[in-house]
């Protein structure tokens, strides 16, 4: 059998922007927006010039949502966390096209400026949070306070800025 008898392989199949934003829970216009900032590109468009998605956009804009939703990553964030994925992506097929020791270690080490990259992302919205669940904690330890005072059959010691706040609803 000759490379010309050879049966050729169903194509992906290509979805529109109103079946991808119901699948992954978006809107269209934020997809559209997405596209925008350069987060994701349709992998086609069709002869109507509708944008066209195949499984890897989709999969790419549940990670986009889940990163902003879940994680709480800013659309600047997840662009640079994208582009380093991206990067990575291009090392691996580099790597594994090349033999030679040298041109090896030459991407490995720009691998390293990528996930070094990655971790800082990461570890500054760890300390965001660390930071947020700090306050959080005080707003309890300050309501445990009220609390202790009035079991203690105390008037609740009246907070900084309440003389404020009361001059405000007086005007």
Request: no cysteine.
């Amino acid at each position: 059998m000759s490379h010309l008898d050879a049966p050729t392989l169903p194509e992906a199949p290509l979805f529109r922007i109103q079946e991808v934003a119901e699948e992954v829970g978006l809107t269209a216009r934020s997809i559209r927006y997405y596209e925008e900032l350069g987060l994701l590109k349709p992998a086609a468009r069709s002869e109507g010039s509708y944008r066209l998605y195949d499984a890897d956009d989709v999969e790419r804009l549940r990670f986009i949502k889940g990163l902003r939703d879940d994680a709480g990553f800013s659309l600047a964030e997840i662009g640079r966390l994208l582009e380093d994925e991206t990067a990575r992506a291009r090392n691996r097929e580099r790597f594994r096209e090349t033999t030679d020791a040298d041109e090896r270690r030459g991407i490995i080490h720009d691998a390293f400026g990528q996930v070094d990259r990655q971790i800082a992302i990461l570890e500054a919205k760890i300390e965001r949070l660390r930071a947020m669940v700090d306050e959080a904690r005080q707003r309890r330890a300050h309501l445990e306070g009220h609390l202790a005072e009035i079991d203690a059959g105390r008037e609740p010691t009246p907070h900084p800025h309440a003389a404020t706040s009361a001059r405000r609803r007086r005007r």
